[in-house]
């Protein structure tokens, strides 16, 4: 039987995905041990290896305790020490560290170094983040949205800013929950014409322009995201194109009345949201970095199998 990677959202069909993030809800129920349905030590024996060529706190602090926390031990190797790709191929690094542990995870620049990876290994392997998605903050953004305003299903969420890799999550989320997506981005940063076609043709409620207040207007969720990542080069480019897109009091004052912001963190205080809305009350991004370590155990015992909760 093939392993049961965890790559990307658009991979899982509704049922999966709704089955993910019920299984993050019953771990945060459940507290440090695990929810009551799945025994304690749910994955005691099993080793996670952590590849981050990429740099990170909430992904790896929350990886690496939800692991602990279900029973497993978890092993941190920088890029440096393994170098996916260079100093061997991604085939044998697969293969070998098949060997070694139960359960991979890679975060990476180079979304097909991951596919790479996956395709090799006997092992299940989890997107910690690639330049094209992030999946593993999806399932802690969807969690933190339910707890907040209701079921998933029925939120209207407005995505303001650059069509970025975590965006790119949330159009896979849309497309496979069936809830409206309205993205206000600079036309240079919209989403990818590959990715436009895959939501027009699976039939998603998503749209996508360069007007934020239609984008805001009325939604129940309201997310940003940082406008200048590691790597990136055009930063001068980028703040100029993105001004227009700061989420400020003004702006969220469109949303509903019950309406939450979501922000996956670091965040930038006066460049893409500022200090009044992300430090005000409607802001619910600690609950959502919270969220990170209760989605993450659910990943983690998805892909080894365990799924009685």
Request: charged share 20%; aromatic share 4%.
């Amino acid at each position: 039987m093939p392993p049961r990677h965890f790559l990307d959202v658009d991979q899982l069909d509704s049922a999966s995905l709704r089955r993910l993030l019920d299984m993050a809800h019953a771990m945060k129920r459940g507290g440090r041990r695990g929810p009551a349905m799945v025994r304690p030590k749910a994955l005691e024996g099993a080793t996670l290896l952590m590849i981050f060529e990429k740099p990170s706190m909430r992904t790896r602090v929350s990886f690496d305790l939800g692991m602990r926390q279900l029973g497993g031990e978890a092993l941190f190797l920088s890029g440096q020490e393994i170098m996916v790709g260079k100093r061997e191929s991604i085939e044998d690094t697969a293969r070998v560290l098949s060997r070694y542990g139960d359960i991979i995870l890679l975060r990476t620049v180079d979304h097909g170094t991951l596919l790479e990876l996956a395709r090799h290994a006997s092992v299940p392997v989890i997107n910690g983040l690639t330049n094209h998605s992030h999946p593993c903050q999806i399932i802690a953004d969807l969690q933190t949205v339910e707890e907040a305003v209701g079921p998933i299903e029925t939120a209207k969420v407005a995505w303001v800013g650059d069509c970025n890799n975590v965006a790119t999550s949330w159009i896979h989320a849309a497309v496979r929950l069936g809830f409206e997506l309205r993205i206000a981005s600079p036309p240079s940063l919209q989403p990818h014409p590959d990715l436009a076609a895959w939501m027009t043709r699976e039939g998603g409620r998503v749209t996508v322009s360069a007007d934020p207040v239609a984008a805001v207007e009325g939604a129940t969720c309201v997310i940003a995201d940082t406008w200048v990542s590691i790597g990136d080069t055009d930063v001068e480019r980028r703040m100029e194109l993105l001004g227009p897109y700061r989420v400020d009091e003004a702006l969220m004052a469109r949303a509903a009345g019950n309406a939450v912001f979501l922000h996956c963190l670091p965040a930038y205080r006066g460049n893409e949201v500022t200090a009044g809305v992300i430090d005000g009350p409607q802001s619910v991004v600690f609950d959502e970095a919270e969220n990170r370590l209760h989605a993450q155990k659910a990943i983690l015992a998805w892909c080894l199998g365990v799924e009685s909760v």
